[in-house]
Each structure stands twice: as structure tokens, then as C-alpha cells.
């Protein structure tokens, strides 16, 4: 890390790239030689754009000289592999899509490309971002750069991972039932799911399509403004995409949280849970209130039903998702004698076992006789716990909850044990019912020197309370953030 | 058919209802941009969404909601002001994401009617429908000796799907709801209705029942017909299967059969073939469909004359309701009927013309009507020169004719031809005196009464103007040469 330009923020980074103190080309060095080095120890990436990514720095310097350059120009930023990217193999960390090359561009690819963004790689996650700590990519798990006997949550884990160590100086996750704000608080960055519909999914693979949102991993708050900025708004390549207008985000970050009524929900405070992690949040609770805001006692009283619905919803949609992975088109093919069971070989060979589990739930959730049982079952307590939060609502403007139950665990700790593993979005997974942003950022350290993050939820479209409370708290300096040991 | 099956089908009836899949006539596929034309190279017309890559989003083409609105207001739907869509699970390999997107619970146009031509013995058919809704086409396997391809310019082509109520109680019966359908979705533009395309294709439910009992035969489902030809056929054949086991004490199964027009009849398909369970449930990469009323107040303000209104103008302005009939059968021929019409007194003579001549030419071309035929202003023209003698009906047959073949105008052939009719009286008159003067005899015994021989002297006289004369001017002249 000769001049380590890798460690600055995209706000501090952005600055001095405009200023000409900095080039964009050695930014993007520092990124790649930071990658070189941690890579063996985190893998954090699935495939390092080493070529691409000079050449995208050498256009945005280019662009830079000429003035007007717009804030992520040159910005070094990771993907996941979950996005579509033309031309850059986009495996979603399964053996089913290990040499595909989409022909495309996902919207969100082609806005930040719009804006010169620098793209250093695809960044690893869970196959088909099924799991909660990256064991379940067929490349193999990234680590946890706190400490590399731990997994970096999951499925975003390569993304959080990369920011964390300073790989990159942002990255993009997906956030189906906690797979941006687990890690991030695994990771100890910041990470935000925005409001279902904010952010276009075109070409963003599917899991979960009516719960699947796309967000960014980031070391401030301010940057997540800051990417969220490009990321937002109306898509015409996605009907479910909102054309609500996008408000400025970095405007929000007033640093006044004067008159905030936080909600704290006594359900997401449970028996069980690491003491450490009930103890940072109720410390930066206290540090709100020191800040003017006002905090109170709320009630979701449907929390307990979270995961079941979620299992039956977000398994049934990926059963349909996946069906497509047929060896017909593109991925891959086994060897087969006739149509079924060129189906039944290429899948069985294609898919790791986490995907099988989940592709056979849902199947199961849609058949005839049991949908009504299960899917629709399953909607309605959806609607029941988005109710929980229209209530909650009315007596609060944020609700302040921990990410998880515990810090990072060792890896293989639950590789065995689906329900546990189940278990670790257990505090995640109503906001992705419901469609609520929520962001996770980092609240405290427990013991182990493990980072511990905190969640931010606010109503539909309330991104702009989420980042300015978020950004307060960052700048009272009451915690920070430890640099990783990798 | 047999006498036994005659007399069973006294005994029998049959009871059937139809699933009628169309294309709809829009430029662009239902949820991408791809061109819909039919006749391009495999998997030219095809993008990421068609293909079903990883992460694509399917969006609604407006246009194929206008169109099914149409088809719906046309057969006298309710339209639903909310309707949602569905994915349909299966997996074959023309099926690129592995599900269709359809409509399953709701569809956007629920109940309505088509009123059939009646029987023979005047009672009104009228074929209830169940549902209209909107779906999307999968690709198209096609099968070499050593391997299987599959070409996807058909893929996400936009379907509706007509489904009658089991209202029609023969193949006739089918076959007349077919036709009938057709030129209603062709009225409306939302189907060109081309079978050999594969833009309309027909499952049909069979059963048979004693007559007047109220409970329902099990049904067997014939699928994928592709020609009106084969949906008589295969109706009359299974109705005839289904009345030879029920009548030896057997009982029907509930199968799908395939039709095999080689061999005239059908088979079951094995049940691996058919028996899927589609787990359909709700898309959700679609909002829900909202047919605001506005939307279907603009599109039934939009709507053009439908065939049955078609058919009672015709009839009230002077044509029998069989000729009404035919003209309006095909939108294409009552179109080009109407455009004959300026500047004629006699809309029957048009009517007959276009039934007789005009069709003949179309039935005996490969050709599309309006590309087989002469242009209908020309015939027009045709028509007006015999109402104002300037030709005669035999004339215009004879340019007729030639003009289908050269492509040239009325005015133009009729000259080429030296068809135009003499009306000059002096020539006329030189003709009538050198008849009169070599049949002396003839025309004294007109002269003496025989009044029938007049028409003997018009035909002479025709033939030595060599066919071309004004027959009016013939008559004049001679009738007042003959009264001296």
C-alpha cells in the first residue's frame, strides 16, 4: 500500500480526483494492488477486472481533465456477481453460470458506467445470493477481513468484505431478506437496502423478485448518499421500478436529529442475543438522545412469523426464477439422452445444494393443494407485518433495531444447521417483507474485536431519514470503526 | 358416416367448447422490443428478455392490452378494471424462462358472447365465452434427424386466449364458431387470423351425452389444431370414438389427445406429456393490469363496425341477407365491396360482382385477397362504365379477367381491348338497314305480329357490330326501322 489512495472515501476520493490532486489511474492501482494482496487471505472477488478496470480510469481521467466530471467518476467500485455486466462473466457463484457472459448491461450498471465509474470486479456471494455468510458459493466462502476464521455474512459477503478491506472504495450488494445489512454489520461498513421499487432490478439475476432490492456497501454514510444518488430512480426496462422522483440524498445529511422520535421495537430485543450487541445499540441509542431525538417503546407484534413467511415466499418465487437455468441456451450443459433428463443432469451438476433446498421448498410452496397453505399464507402475513409497521409509524419517524442476534460466526459454524443459519436475518428480514429501506452500520465492537452494526428502518421512500440519522451519529464520533487485521 | 353412427348421433349429442390461442397484430412482442414478423431467419428477432436470460424484466406492451379490450368489446365482454398476471410453470425447451407469463384467475375480459349465422331451421346460435385473456407465445422446437433446435423469434409473440363455455353441439358447429371468431378478431385488427403462421391455433374439449340429459360426458381435450379443417375433423372422429365406447358399456377416460391429420384420427398423448402441475402464481415483475373506464371508452370509441352491424346495414340498404352474408364474412371483401360503390346506382350488381367474379379470382390464388385481386376502385370503374352503357357485362368480364393478370386500369384495358361499346347511331342505324335488307321474310312476319323475333334482329345486328354495340340504341333504332 505504497500511497494507499484505496483507504479514502468516495466523498474524499471524488474531491480530489476533481481537484486533480489525485489520478484516477492510481487510484484504481491502489485498488488492484490492495486486491492482490488481501485476495488470498478474504477472497472477496470471484473474477478481478484487472484490464478493464485501468482502462475505465484512464477514460475517467480523461474526463476528469475536461471539467465537470460527475462525483463517481473514477470512483473504484465492486459488483456483485449478481449483476449483469457486458462482456465480464457473471456467475452468481454458481458452477450453473461459471462461463457465462451476459450481452447486456443491468440499469444500474449502465447509470454508474454513465458516470465513469471504475469497476475493479464481481464480488463474491451465497449461489443465486441464497445464505447468509458466502459458504454457499460454488468458488468457495470470503472471508471476514476482522478475522479470517469467520465468515463476512452473506450473500453480499464478498462485497462487504472488499469495502471493508479497502479493495474498493464502494460496492454494490443485493438485499433480499438481510443479504446487504448482514454483512455490512459483519464487515463493519455501512450498507443500505432502499424502499422495494427505488432502485431498478433489470439485470440483476432473481431470487426473490418481490422482495429482491439492489443497494450499495460503503465506509460513510455520506457515500452511501452518494451512490444511492445514481443508483435511484425510474427505469422503463422495470415496471415494478418507481417513478417517485429522487430527492437529493446528500442534502439530508444535516447532522441535526433534533425532534426524531425513534422507534425501538421490544421484539427485536430478544433472549438469547449476544449481550455485547443489545448493549452497543442501546449506547447509541443513548447517544441519539444526547442529540436531541426522543426514543420509544414500540411493538411489531408479527415479528415471529418473519422467516416462515419469507421461507415460503421468497422460495416459491426462486423456484420459478431459477427455472431457466435448463442447459438450453446458455450455462451450463450436462450430457444427456433426452430432454428431461438433460433437465434433471444439468441442474443436479449445476446447482449447489443450498439452491436444490430452496428450489424444492418453493416447488412444494406452489403445488396444486398446498398454495393456499403456503404461498398465500405466507402474503398474508407479509401484509400483516407491513401493517405492524404503518402502526409503529404513527408513533415514530425511525426505528433503531440491531442487524443481528450475534457478530460474525466461524466458518462451517452453521454450515450444517439451515435453520440456524436461517436465523441470522432473523432482525432483517420484516423490512424486505414490508419493502422498507433499512440500512446496517457499524454501532461497537464486541470482545473479539468483531465489528457490531446497527439497523436504521424508515417508512416507504424515507431514505433521506435513514442517511441523515445515520450520518449524525457517524459524526459524533462515539464509535469508530477499527481497520480490519487483513 | 356409417348408418349406425347417423343413427347414434340421433340418439348422442355432443357437447364442446373451444380454446382458440391467437397472435395479436402488434409491431413489437409483448414484453420487449423484438419485431414480431413472421418469416425471419431462426432467432434473428430475439433480445435478452425473449431469450430469458439471468436478471431480464419483462414490460407490458400497451398495445396488446388495447387489442384484447377490442376483441373483448367486440364479443360483448365485461372488461375487468383489474386483472393480474400469472406465471405458468412448465419446462420445455421452447420455453425460455421456464414459465409463461399469462393470466390465470383474471383475466381482462370476463363473460361475453359471439351470435353465430342461425341453423338451417332459423334458430339463433349464440356461443357464450368464459374468458378472454392475454399470454405470451414460446419459441418453436424444431426437430433434425440427429438433434433438436430451437428457434425464438416466436417467443414472447402476444396471445389472447378465447375460451367458449361448452355451448357448440357439433363439428358444423365449431367450424361456424371459428369462422365466425375469426372475422371478428380480423374486424378488430387484432388478428390476421393466418393459420399456416401458426397466429391461430385451437384446443377443443369433447364429450358426448344421451340427448336431454343435464349432466356432462367426461371430456377429452384435443390439442393444438392449426386449420379449421382439422378441428371438423377431429371433432367428428372423436365424437364418433366417444359414442362407440359409451354406447359398448365403456366409459371415456380424461385424456388430452393429439390430432393426426395423415391418418384421421386422434391418440392420447402419454400423460408425462400433459400432466403437469403448472404452480401458476401471481408475476412479480408486473404491477396489476388497470383498465382505467376511460381507457376502455377510448378504445370502444375507436372500435370499427362490427360483422353482425355490417351484415343488418347491408340488409337495410337493399341486399338479401345472404349476399350480406358473404360480403361481410371477411372484413378484407366487405371493405373492398364498399370501396366499388362511389358513383354506382346499383350496389346489388356490385354485391353480385365481387360474389361471383371478384371471389372466384381470390379462391383460385395462393395470394392474400387484397394482393389476388384487382383493386376495387378499378372494378368500381368497371361497374360504372356497364351502368352508363358505355360497355357492356360481357365486356367487363372480359377486361375483368385481363386485368387480373396485367395489372392495368379499367379505362386502360377496356381501351386496349376495343371493348367500349358503339353508341354511334348512324353506324348503328347502316347495320340495322343491311339486316333488314337480308331477311325480308323475317320481318315481314314481325311486321305481321311475331313479336319474338325481335330479339332475333338485336342479335343480328350485335354480330355485325361485332358485339360492341350499345344494345339500347340497338333497340331503339330497330324498333322504329321495323315499325315503318
Partial sequence: MASGLNNLTIAEASAKLRAREITATNLTRDCLDRIAAAEPKLH??????????????????????????????????????????????????????????????????????????????????????????TENSAFGPTLNPHDTERVSGGSSGGSAAAVAAHECLGSLGTDTGGSIREPASFCGVVGIKPTYSRVSRYGVIAYASSLDQVGPFTKSVRDAAILLQTLAGKDVCDSTC????????????????????????????????????????????????????STVEISLPHTGYAIAAYYLVATAEASANLARYDGIRYGLRANAEDNIALYETTRAQGFGAEVKRRIMLGTFALSAGYYDAYYLKGQKVRTLIRND?????????????????????????????????????????????????????????????????????????????????????????????????? | MTDTQTMNTETYEAVIGLEVHTHLLTRSKIFCGCSTKFGAGPNENVCPICMGMPGVLPVLNRRVVELAIRTGLAAHCTIAPYSIFDRKSYFYPDLPKGYQISQYETPVCKGGYIDLPPTENGEPRRVRLTRIHIEEDAGKNIHHENASLVDFNRSGVPLIEIVSEPDLRSAEDAGAYLRQLRAILRYVDASDGKMEEGSFRCDCNVSVRKRG????????????????RFVEDAIEYEVGRQIAIVESGGKVAQETHLWDPVRKETRPMRSKE???????????????????????????????????????????????????????????????????????????????????????????????????????????????????????????????????????????????????????????????????????????????????????????????????????????????????
Fill in chain 1, 44 to 133: 472477496a472477488f470471484i473474477t478481478v477486472c484487472e484490464k478493464e478496470a485501468l482502462d475505465q480510469a484512464r477514460a475517467a481521467d480523461t474526463r476528469l481533465a475536461a471539467g465537470n466530471a460527475p462525483a463517481l467518476c473514477g470512483i473504484p467500485l465492486g459488483i456483485k456477481d449478481i449483476y449483469a455486466t457486458k462482456g465480464v462473466r457473471t456467475t452468481c457463484a454458481s458452477r450453473i453460470l461459471e462461463n457465462f457472459v451476459p450481452p447486456f448491461d443491468a440499469t444500474v450498471i449502465e447509470r454508474l458506467r454513465a458516470e465513469g465509474a471504475v469497476f475493479v470486479g464481481k464480488t463474491n456471494l451465497d449461489e443465486f445470493a441464497m445464505g447468509s455468510s
Fill in chain 1, 242 to 293: 418507481s417513478a417517485r422522483p429522487v430527492p437529493d440524498y446528500e442534502l439530508a445529511l444535516t447532522g441535526d436529529v433534533k425532534g426524531l422520535r425513534i422507534g425501538v421495537p421490544r421484539e427485536f430485543f430478544v433472549e438469547g442475543m449476544q449481550p455485547e450487541v443489545e448493549q452497543s445499540v442501546r449506547s447509541a441509542l443513548k447517544n441519539y438522545e444526547s442529540l436531541g431525538a
Fill in chain 1, 389 to 486: 409497521f404503518e402502526r409503529a409509524f404513527e408513533k415514530c419517524d425511525l426505528i433503531v433495531t440491531p442487524v443481528a442476534p450475534a457478530t460474525a460466526f466461524k466458518i462451517g459454524e452453521k454450515m450444517n444447521d439451515p435453520l440456524t443459519m436461517y436465523l441470522s436475518d432473523i432482525f432483517t428480514i420484516s423490512v424486505n417483507l414490508a419493502g422498507l429501506p433499512g440500512m446496517a452500520m457499524p454501532c461497537g465492537h464486541d470482545s473479539n474485536n468483531l465489528p457490531i452494526g446497527m439497523q436504521l428502518i424508515a417508512p416507504p421512500f424515507a431514505e433521506e431519514t435513514i442517511l441523515r440519522a445515520g450520518d449524525a451519529f457517524e459524526r459524533t464520533g462515539a464509535f469508530k470503526s477499527r481497520s480490519p487485521v487483513v
Fill in chain 2, 213 to 228: 340429459a343435464k349432466e356432462y360426458g367426461v371430456r377429452t381435450e384435443i390439442k393444438n389444431l392449426n386449420s379449421f
Fill in chain 2, 274 to 484: 400433459y400432466a403437469n402441475d403448472y404452480r401458476y402464481f401471481p408475476e412479480p415483475d408486473l404491477p396489476p393490469l388497470v383498465v382505467p373506464a376511460e381507457m376502455v371508452e377510448r378504445v370502444r370509441a375507436s372500435m370499427p363496425e362490427l360483422p353482425a352491424d355490417r351484415k343488418a346495414r347491408y340488409m337495410r340498404e337493399g341486399l338479401t341477407e345472404y349476399e350480406a352474408g358473404v360480403l361481410i364474412a371477411d372484413r378484407d371483401v366487405a371493405d373492398y365491396f364498399e370501396a366499388t360503390l362511389p358513383g354506382l346506382k346499383n350496389r346489388k350488381s356490385a354485391a353480385n360482382w365481387v360474389m361471383t367474379e371478384v371471389l372466384r379470382v381470390a379462391r383460385d390464388s395462393d395470394k392474400p385477397f387484397t394482393e389476388a385481386v384487382p383493386p376495387a376502385t378499378e372494378v368500381g370503374a368497371l361497374l360504372r362504365m356497364v351502368e352508363a352503357l358505355e360497355i357492356s357485362l360481357n365486356a367487363a368480364k372480359t377486361a375483368f379477367a385481363a386485368m387480373v393478370k396485367s395489372n392495368k386500369g379499367a379505362e386502360a384495358t377496356i381501351a386496349e381491348l376495343g371493348l367500349a361499346q358503339v353508341s354511334d347511331e348512324s353506324a348503328i342505324a347502316a347495320a340495322c338497314d343491311k339486316v333488314i335488307a337480308a331477311e325480308p321474310e323475317k320481318v315481314a312476319e314481325y311486321r305481321a305480329g311475331r313479336d319474338k323475333l325481335f330479339g332475333f334482329f338485336v342479335g343480328a345486328v350485335m354480330k355485325a357490330m361485332g358485339g360492341k354495340a350499345n344494345p339500347k340504341v340497338i333497340n331503339e333504332i330497330l324498333r322504329t326501322k321495323l315499325a315503318l
